[in-house]
């Protein structure tokens, strides 16, 4: 424990000694560093592919889809925005102030904390830290525990690539985690689960640290009667893979429980079931095209979801678990109790309920009466029923007639609200969220303005009541005496 907090001390030191060197802040520095991540993730690709299927069971393609792939295209989009993202932006000031002007200026917060999480141990390790290099800052990046091999594979050629005074890896387990969370840092980045994230808030608040937390939450989507029945299929074929296709459920925009017309329900429980078995045949273990449960301690968690009889009850395809190779096949339920844990515990994991409405309006409702999701899924083609979704719901994002696609957009913010997270990243909003802009103020001498200093009179108080209203023709009135005060 002794030597652990003088590792991190010994960090947090030489770290705080680099960035305050200024070596980080040149752009040329930052495109280096951004372009050695690239290259350490292209040299290591199979490794990679290696570490997920040893970690997390994933097929390389996946791998590539959301591990690889999205890294290299976050970084190319990075280098490409960099200077202008780095330029100073003019202010506009009132003309009352001429020649004085204003800018705002991108600045690095210092010494940033990473705390990744371990369904993506790749891309959510690395990708919020393209954007706090991308800012000038220095990282210290500690990878989830429970993605050994992948966290392993980090902590080895980080230091072979990228600066290692300016970019360091810890790993360990929860005690590294409080060991690090005791020490100051100028900003804390934690992606995780609602609990852990409350420990991480309250530390940080002791030394007033800024944190984002991307959480999750039960992601819903919204399945209205679509009349064209090409569009259904498309809509549940982006359902299934959006349901099964990341990590097996484990993923926090993932689909949680999805809300449908009662009249509608059996059609697509059918189709649910047809699209499962195309995408994943007959026997999905076999299949080697969806993700294992992470380890034994979910497992159980996922499958004491299914132990309520009434739960259990409701199960209308799938319910195979294999513990020894931690397998749960795709499973589909019908309307389980709205009081039981798996309708209001995040389910992380390959089981989708299907809830029925009398009518599909009546899912704004629903999900308003439970905590802000990460995203909101629907598909429809109703404008006004569009409208009232994101004008009468809260969450994160809204994704209409697709599911996931908008995590790869780089010029949509990604993040939660209320209970699934606050901050956002990605693209410019992952440079923003590492930095700080600097409000500066650069006045000259000339005019003086002898209304702003006491002693007080009317006039004075004429000349400021018109300075605040913007009336300049006001100002040359009363300036030339043909205006009362």
């Excluded at 309006?361 to 909101?376: D, V």
């Amino acid at each position: 424990m002794e030597a652990m907090s003088e590792i991190a001390e010994d960090t947090l030191r030489e770290l705080r000694e680099t960035f305050r060197s200024g070596r980080t802040r040149s752009v040329a520095w930052r495109k280096t560093q951004l372009s050695a991540l690239r290259e350490l993730i292209r040299d290591n690709e199979e490794k990679i592919f290696e570490g997920l299927y040893q970690d997390l069971g994933k097929h390389p393609i996946e791998a590539y889809r959301d591990e690889v792939g999205v890294l290299i295209k976050s970084i190319n989009y990075a280098l490409s925005n960099l200077d202008k993202w780095v330029a100073t932006k003019k202010g506009k000031l009132p003309l009352l102030l001429f020649p004085a002007r204003g800018e705002l200026v991108p600045e690095p917060l210092g010494v940033v904390l990473i705390f990744a999480s371990w369904n993506y141990p790749i891309s959510l390790a690395l990708e919020p830290v393209i954007g706090a290099i991308a800012a000038g800052n220095t990282v210290v990046l500690k990878p989830s525990d429970q993605s050994p091999a992948c966290s392993s594979i980090i902590a080895k050629t980080i230091p072979q690539y990228m600066d290692p005074e300016a970019i360091r890896i810890i790993e360990g387990g929860a005690q590294i985690s409080e060991i690090l969370l005791q020490h100051k840092w100028d900003k804390i980045f934690f992606t995780g689960s609602p609990q852990v994230g409350r420990a991480v808030m309250t530390a940080a608040a002791k030394h007033l640290t800024p944190v984002t937390l991307e959480l999750g939450g039960k992601c819903p989507v919204i399945l209205d009667s679509l009349s064209n029945p090409s569009d259904l299929k498309v809509a549940i074929k982006r359902i299934v893979s959006g349901k099964w296709g990341p990590c097996s459920g484990q993923a926090c925009i993932g689909v949680d429980y999805m809300l449908v017309e009662e009249k509608f329900a059996p059609t697509v429980i059918e189709l649910l079931k047809k699209t499962i078995k195309k995408f994943y045949t007959e026997s999905p273990k076999d299949a080697n095209c969806i993700a294992r449960i992470v380890n034994k301690k979910h497992f159980k968690r996922v499958q004491n979801l299914l132990k309520e009889p009434l739960v259990e009850a409701s199960i209308v395809h799938g319910g195979s678990l294999d513990e020894e190779k931690l397998f749960i096949e795709p499973i589909v339920l019908l309307n389980p109790p709205l009081d039981s844990a798996i309708m209001n515990e995040e389910i992380f994991g390959p089981l989708l309920p299907v809830i029925t409405l009398k009518n599909i309006q009546e899912s704004i409702e629903f999900i308003n009466t439970r905590p802000k999701p990460l995203t909101i899924y629907a598909f429809t083609k109703d404008e006004n029923f569009k409208k009232k979704i994101l004008s009468e719901t809260s969450s994160g994002g809204v994704t209409f007639n697709d599911v996931l696609i908008q995590f790869i957009c780089d010029t949509l913010p990604f993040g939660g609200v209320g209970s699934s997270g606050f901050g956002r990243y990605h693209g410019k909003f992952s440079f923003d969220t590492f930095s700080h802009e600097k409000a500066v103020f650069q006045g000259g001498f000339f005019p003086e303005l002898e209304p702003r200093y006491p002693p007080w009179n009317n006039f004075k108080m004429k000349f400021i009541r018109l300075a605040y209203d913007l009336d300049y023709f006001g100002l040359v009135l009363l300036l030339l005496g043909l205006k009362r005060y």
